[in-house]
């Protein structure tokens, strides 16, 4: 964080403060560490500080130290609002567009209070006085780790503190295997386990409690499975009946578009997810090397994210989606190929 940043920050903490901290629209661990991380740390500092969402999390999520105190906009809009009202400053985590908090744009953007982001994806807006974006960080839980260090309070940090921002950074890492993970990133969690997070207890809360409707649910994932050699791409379709009639919950279908990126040769994947309710097809999208799904998203599906991971979506049926999909891959051929 740079010091102009730092210095109106620490400004805008300089005395107590109600703080209402939000993440995105179908928050995920790096959304949640973050924001729960950055709370504990404000309340640390003497500062009334509350979490919302836009919407529910996944229950594989809940178990993080804090959870239980998200207040979300779907379940409970007039206290979100009411928050929202009385705030002071409003943090804003692991987004950089007001438009990726769903209905809870409208309030945010009747909201009195002064704005400050910390996040780590591509192309931020213009909203916050304060703005901490850095597009080369692991993860929003990293970042949080060196707001606290900027704000020279590393002492702070907690157990409670290090589980969230442990676990958002392993996530968003792929346990430590993806290009963004740094030497430094190595550093931080080696301080953050020094400070109480446990990495194997967090590990298996994580990745070791699927249900056997989600591992049947990812059998039918797999079955539907289309390679496309020619552009070294591959995806993975699953329409609203497959999703009921394995008893879909909310982030069931995590991670499932990277078997297709693990495929050898293949270096684009896309995983299309009907949701009738919202009449959309969701997208998500991973790469490696050079080739941009932060581009390809952003041109195509309104979307958006990361060069090797982003989301989008489409409202064009499941079926139509996936040919257009198809469609545009000529337009990219050199590049994929030569990526």
Avoid at 299 to 305: F, S, W
Avoid at 310 to 315: F, H, L
Wanted: glycine share 6%; aromatic share 8%; hydrophobic share 35%.
């Amino acid at each position: 964080m740079d010091t102009q940043t730092t210095a109106i920050v620490k400004e805008l903490l300089s005395e107590t403060k109600k703080i209402v901290i939000v993440g995105h629209k179908n928050p995920d661990a790096d959304a949640i560490g973050s924001c729960l991380g950055l709370s504990e740390f404000l309340k640390t500092q003497g500062h009334v500080a509350t979490v919302l969402m836009p919407n529910t999390f996944p229950d594989f999520l809940k178990w993080m130290p804090g959870s239980e105190n998200i207040l979300t906009y779907d379940q409970q809009p007039e206290q979100c609002e009411k928050f929202i009202d009385e705030a002071q400053v409003i943090f804003t985590l692991d987004f950089n567009a007001l438009n990726r908090v769903g209905d809870l744009e409208t309030p945010l953007k009747s909201a009195k209070a002064e704005f400050v982001m910390i996040d780590h994806h591509q192309q931020p807006d213009s909203y916050p006085v304060a703005t901490y974006s850095d597009t080369s960080m692991s993860s929003t839980c990293e970042m949080v780790y060196h707001f606290i260090d900027a704000l020279e309070q590393l002492d702070s940090l907690s157990e409670t503190i290090a589980t969230n921002l442990y676990t958002g950074i392993m996530t968003d890492t792929g346990s430590f295997r993806f290009s963004s993970t740094s030497a430094t990133t190595h550093r931080v969690i080696a301080d953050l386990i020094d400070h109480g997070a446990v990495n194997n207890v967090i590990h298996e809360s994580i990745y070791d409690t699927n249900s056997p409707d989600r591992m049947t649910l990812l059998g039918v994932a797999l079955k539907n499975l289309t390679i496309l050699p020619e552009y070294k791409t591959a995806f993975i379709s699953l329409s609203q009946k497959e999703l009921d009639d394995n008893n879909f919950k909310k982030g069931d279908t995590e991670g499932f578009v990277n078997y297709a990126l693990s495929i050898q040769g293949i270096i684009f994947a896309v995983i299309f997810i009907e949701n009738k309710q919202e009449n959309i097809v969701k997208m998500s999208l991973r790469s490696k090397g050079n080739f941009s799904v932060n581009e390809f998203a952003r041109t195509y599906y309104n979307g958006g994210g990361h060069t090797n991971a982003a989301g989008g979506r489409s409202t064009k049926p499941l079926d139509d989606t996936i040919t257009e999909f198809i469609s545009i891959l000529p337009h990219h051929k050199d590049a994929l190929v030569n990526a």
